[in-house]
T-cell receptor, first 112, second 113 residues
């Protein structure tokens, strides 16, 4: 079935470092791709999305490009802040009913 | 500010007791998801409704779990009888059919002792 694979965490960075969190997917058809973020004690929030190949989603300095040829949707940010510390989930919609499937999540810790 | 509302936020119960979790989706949304989050398994999709009809509940243990939408403003997830392995955070999310992103509630943290 359709699935999402993310790099294992935790990812630990210093403030202002460059961030990459890898995400690859397996899907039939043409899924939409998402990154969600979860802050401690809260539910998931949509960070960005892309609905077709070569689309770039962006929000709050984060970016990800839908790469159909490599089935990837890697998350990047040029300069992370302490406030970016959270768990990041890659996800896709699957099947005719748009079932939302998540990866395992990657914890990011940013230190001053 | 439209949001998904889940109650209760925290629930501690004894093994064998019935647990009911409630979710109020965002007004106008016609898709509702129930997820369970644990450290070991991550986010698992338990059930999925569109226009109040269950589309997929293959991720839900059928012998003890049940999910319903009595009306468009209420979704429920029930566990009977509860077991310690059910301890987790349960999230509800809602969305629109034509807009596939989902909006999450803050979750119900369930502890079964």
């Amino acid at each position: 079935g359709d699935s999402v694979t993310q790099m294992e965490g935790p990812v630990t960075l210093s403030e202002e470092a460059f961030l990459t969190i890898n995400c690859t997917y397996t899907a039939t058809g043409y899924p939409s791709l998402f990154w969600y973020v979860q802050y401690p004690g809260e539910g998931l929030q949509l960070l960005l999305k892309a609905t077709k190949a070569d689309d770039k989603g962006s929000n709050k300095g984060f970016e990800a490009t839908y790469r159909k040829e490599t089935t990837s949707f890697h998350l990047e940010k040029g300069s992370v802040q302490v406030s970016d510390s959270a768990v990041y989930f890659c996800a896709l919609t699957s099947g005719g009913y748009n079932k939302l499937i998540f990866g395992a999540g990657t914890r990011l810790a940013v230190h001053p | 500010d439209a949001r998904v509302t889940q109650t209760p936020r925290d629930k501690v119960t004894e093994m064998g007791q019935e647990v009911t979790m409630r979710c109020q989706p965002i007004l106008g949304h016609n898709t509702v998801f129930w997820y369970r989050q644990t450290m070991k398994q991550g986010l698992e999709l338990l059930a999925y409704f569109r226009n109040r009809a269950p589309l997929d509940d293959s991720g839900m243990p059928k012998d003890r779990f049940s999910a319903e939408m009595p009306d468009a403003t209420l979704a429920t997830l029930k566990i009977q009888p509860s077991e310690p392995r059910d301890s987790a955070v349960y999230f509800c999310a809602s969305g629109l059919q034509l807009n596939t992103e989902a909006f999450f509630g803050q979750g119900t943290r369930l502890t079964v002792v």
